[in-house]
């Protein structure tokens, strides 16, 4: 319960029905072991999802130029498997979940789970809280990612095109470690010239580091960006 009050104080909400804020966490591994003490947030998953598209599609018609493809694809960039893991790592959100025998090495930083366990807390919220509270969760996450998207710059396309102007030359990619505990894993990306290591770049997802990368071997050869 210790654990479910720290949650609630990161999540910035303090559910009446602690029993959905419980189901949000038990992921299916945990359910089939132990099927007569828990429900899976398998359910909640599903429901969260929808809640999702509808807050994203909001406010997306709200914040953001184009037409209907535009807007399709920004949506989903802000609620990718990807994005909800970035989510979900800013709240810790893996340390909480209940997971089977078989889960537990590595359970915890699978994208998979920690995705579907966001949709579910989002779930859980819309229905203990009702729309309000669940924007409130959710949407500060939404704009934050939706300002990176803007302002991102797409470094490692810049530094294809200048590898492309030399005949011969192959430019490669490959996350040589990653650091940190399961629920704040950072990634470190080496850029290649042929096979030879130009530079490092970390990030909290492999393509962050990859674009760090790119950037920095950008700056190495004396080109703005």
């Excluded at 009050?5 to 910035?12: D, F, M, R, Y």
């Excluded at 959905?20 to 038990?26: D, Q, R, V």
């Excluded at 709240?91 to 537990?104: A, C, M, N, V």
């Excluded at 366990?117 to 949407?139: Q, S, V």
């Amino acid at each position: 319960m210790d654990a479910l009050i720290k949650l609630e104080e990161k999540i910035k909400y303090d559910f009446s029905d602690k029993e959905l804020l419980l189901t949000a966490l038990t992921h299916s591994s945990y359910h089939n072991e132990h099927k007569k003490d828990s429900e899976c947030n398998e359910r909640l998953e599903f429901l969260g999802d929808s809640v999702l598209s509808v807050i994203c599609s909001e406010f997306l018609y709200s914040k953001a130029k184009g037409d209907e493809g535009d807007l399709s694809r920004l949506r989903a960039a802000l609620v990718c498997e990807e994005a909800l893991c970035e989510y979900a790592s800013e709240i810790g959100l893996g340390t909480y979940i209940y997971l089977g025998k078989g889960e537990q090495k590595g359970g915890r930083m699978r994208p998979s789970i920690l995705a579907d366990a966001t949709e579910a807390l989002l779930g859980a919220i819309y229905l203990d809280g009702g729309l309000r509270h669940a924007k409130k969760f959710i949407l500060p996450f939404l704009k934050e990612k939706y300002s990176s998207i803007r302002n991102a710059r797409d470094y490692k396309s810049i530094l294809q095109e200048v590898i492309q102007k030399n005949p011969g030359e192959k430019l490669s990619y490959s996350i040589v470690s990653e650091q940190g505990p399961a629920h704040d894993r950072v990634f470190v990306c080496a850029a290649y010239i042929n096979s030879n290591e130009m530079t490092t770049g970390t990030g909290k997802t492999k393509k962050a580091a990859e674009q760090e990368a790119a950037k920095n071997l950008l700056s190495v050869m004396g080109i703005s960006t």
